[in-house]
């Protein structure tokens, strides 16, 4: 797989309920950062987790890092209708000590929260 | 909240022509980026830019592409001749430092350029 990838490719959940997705990556990452996308938007940020956390919570948002894994997961609790978006995880390669802008997204996944 | 903001939201092009696609960073912010997103497919990076210069660029940016800041405001991507497989989002992004150095990049809503 490329880097960033996540799954599920999609998911399907009903208001209130908590939604799980995962990312894989596969280079070194200084950090990994997770994107929301509402259809036809842009991409706005929700989340920065650094390398050396291994968790990181934002209001109803819980990310996870796992570097030995090279994997990452974004909960969302409480599903709310609004939370409906496309959600990606990128990541900021380590480049040797230079820190570079680069952001590799995975392909997404797509969340459906039903009222 | 600022924004990044870009202009034309959708910008049509006859194939072989030349476009220039507009973006307005965060006003504070001194690193900026374009990505494209072809339908069903994944964001992927462009170039990076910061001191006029090009810090970093992908496969993708071959010589056909060009950015430059004119001013102290805008911040242009431009494709010299355009072709059927440049159809796409284009996506500029500002931050206020490198992202390598932990800072999160703030998206414009795109131009979606559509090549006939």
């Known amino acids: 797989s490329q880097q960033g990838e996540e799954d599920p490719q999609a998911l399907s959940i009903q208001e209130g309920e908590n939604a799980t997705m995962n990312c894989s990556y596969k280079?070194?990452?200084?950090?990994l950062q997770w994107y929301r996308q509402n259809s036809g938007r842009g991409l706005v940020h929700l989340i920065l987790i650094r390398s050396n956390e291994r968790e990181k919570h934002s209001g109803r948002l819980r990310v996870t890092l796992d570097t030995s894994k090279k994997s990452s997961s974004l909960l969302i609790t409480a599903s709310r209708a609004a939370d409906t978006a496309s959600y990606f995880c990128?990541?900021?390669?380590?480049?040797?000590?230079?820190?570079?802008?680069?952001?590799?997204f995975g392909q997404g996944t797509i969340l459906t929260v039903h009222p | 909240e600022p924004e990044v903001t870009q202009t034309p939201s959708h910008q049509v092009t006859q194939m072989g022509q030349e476009v220039i696609l507009r973006c307005v960073p965060i006003s504070n912010h001194l690193y900026f980026y374009w990505y494209r997103q072809i339908l069903g497919q994944k964001v992927e990076f462009l170039v990076s830019f910061y001191n006029n210069e090009i810090s970093e660029k992908s496969e993708i940016f071959d010589d056909q592409f060009s950015v430059e800041r004119p001013d102290g405001s805008n911040f242009t991507l431009k494709i010299r001749s355009t072709k059927l497989e440049d159809s796409a989002m284009y996506f500029c992004?500002?931050?206020?430092?490198?992202?390598?150095?932990?800072?999160?990049?703030?998206f414009g809503d795109g131009t979606r350029l559509s090549i006939l």
């Open positions: 990128a990541t900021a390669p380590y480049a040797g000590g230079t820190s570079y802008g680069k952001l590799t």
């Open positions: 992004a500002s931050s206020a430092r490198w992202t390598g150095l932990n800072q999160p990049q703030h």
């Open positions: 280079t070194s990452i200084n950090n």
